[in-house]
Structures are given as C-alpha cells and as structure tokens.
Nanobody, 123 residues
Framework: VQLQASGGGLVQAEGSLRPSCAAS????????LGWFRQAPGKEREFVAS????????VYADNVQGRFTISRDNAKGTVYLQMNSLKPEDTAVYYC?????????????????WGQGTLVTVSS
C-alpha cells in the first residue's frame, strides 16, 4: 500500500488547511486511518484517528475542537480539516493505515505510512 499525502502549505495563525491522503489501493477501507505529525527536533506524535466505518474518532488533546478527521472509503482517502491553526501546529503531517479496524494513539498500531506533507503556520 502506498499513501500519497497532499494539501499542506503555509498559512497564517488562525487560518485553515485540509490535507488529504490517498491510498494506492483500497486495502485501507477495512482499517482505521490516522494522522501523526513531527516537528523539527521532536518525536512523531499522534494527531487523530478514525475507525474503518468512520463512526469512532480519537483526537490528541492539543487539537481537540480544532481539527476534524474524516474519510471517504469509496475514494480510499482520509482528510484532516485543520482550523484555528497555531504556530505550534507547524510540522510534517503523516497519514497512516492501522493494522485493524480501530486504532488509537500508538505508532505501533499502524502498518503503512505516507511520505508526509509540510504544514507551516506563521505568527
């Protein structure tokens, strides 16, 4: 499975972006999907996950209420709507396919990773 992320970019604080990530084939349609991010000099951290039917979502505390994860299984695509962006949200954002239908915050819950898309938030 190959994952292609896009939709990052440069935005001012309080702005919005909507990265997306498409799988090369629909293997991920029965698996949970997630977004992680990695800022320079920091470890990769969990952002959000969504179960395979989309009925269950999990968010990191620092994005809860600002970010929304969604998926379109027909297109094999996962989205991350990011609103009220802050400079501390600056990072490379990675999408990932989980090992099962439901996944949480651990990196080890995920089997396949995209190449990442850079999000830069200016103050």
């Amino acid at each position: 499975v190959q994952l292609q992320a896009s939709g990052g970019g440069l935005v001012q604080a309080e702005g919005s972006l909507r990265p997306s990530c498409a799988a090369s084939r629909r293997t991920g349609s029965n698996n949970a999907l997630g977004w992680f991010r990695q800022a320079p000099g920091k470890e990769r951290e969990f952002v959000a996950s969504i179960s395979w039917r989309g009925g269950s979502t999990v968010y990191a505390d620092n994005v809860q209420g600002r970010f929304t994860i969604s998926r379109d299984n027909a297109k094999g695509t996962v989205y991350l709507q990011m609103n009220s962006l802050k400079p501390e949200d600056t990072a490379v954002y990675y999408c990932a396919v989980a090992r099962s239908w439901h996944a949480g915050r651990a990196l080890t819950d995920y089997a396949y990773w995209g190449q990442g898309t850079l999000v830069t938030v200016s103050s």
